[in-house]
């Protein structure tokens, strides 16, 4: 998958990647209620692989993650001054901020993250649709992007983030066979 250089290449690689999870998802009986188990696999061995035991953890890490952009764009955009990661986090942190996630979500049944998810999901392709090719791609076009710019944490949210959950549910399928 290129990665996105224009606002039309990043919202028909998020709308494909999303397509292309969902279909996957959708295809295995019983998908709300198995269980992941990665075992004791040498190459598994970033936190995620431990953090995410069932496909609805997958969908709320993803949820999350769509929050994380909505906030930040919309609090920055109306003038606001926030980071990306919740003050409490960094980039060599955030690790920690995944498992928070998880624990606030133990309770959150399938259903209900998946309608989470796909909300948040409509909500992200809206506000890149909202967004001019400028806006999305040229480095430091706000200054609350440091060095890079929106579009690069759009392709990490959405179709990169997507194609994650593509990856852990194929390393399962994979492991389980």
């Known amino acids: 998958m290129p990665r996105a250089t224009t606002k039309k290449e990043l919202l028909t690689a998020a ?11 959708d295809g295995i009986p ?34 999350e993650w769509h929050q994380l952009l909505l906030d ?20 060599k942190t955030y690790g920690d901020m995944n498992v928070e996630f998880w624990k606030k979500h133990q309770s959150t049944s399938y ?7 796909r909300d948040s999901h409509s909500k992200v392709m809206a506000l890149i649709e909202s967004l001019s090719d400028e806006e999305l791609f040229e480095k430091k076009h706000f200054s609350w992007t440091g060095t890079t710019n929106v579009g690069s944490y759009c392709i990490s949210a959405a179709p ?17 066979k």
Not at 162 to 170: Q, R, V
């Open 15 to 25: 709308n494909d990647q999303w397509d292309k999870m969902w279909k996957m998802i």
């Open 30 to 63: 019983g998908a709300q209620s198995l269980v992941f188990d990665f075992g004791d696999d040498q190459k598994l061995r970033e936190a995620h692989w431990g953090r995410d035991k069932n496909i609805r953890d997958v969908l709320i890490h993803l949820y």
């Open 72 to 91: 930040w764009i919309q609090t920055n955009k109306n003038g606001g001054n926030k980071p990306f990661l919740p003050e409490l986090y960094t980039w």
């Open 111 to 117: 259903d209900d993250a998946a309608t989470m998810l």
């Open 160 to 176: 990169s983030h997507y194609d994650w959950a593509m990856k852990k549910i194929k390393q399962w399928s994979k492991d389980k």
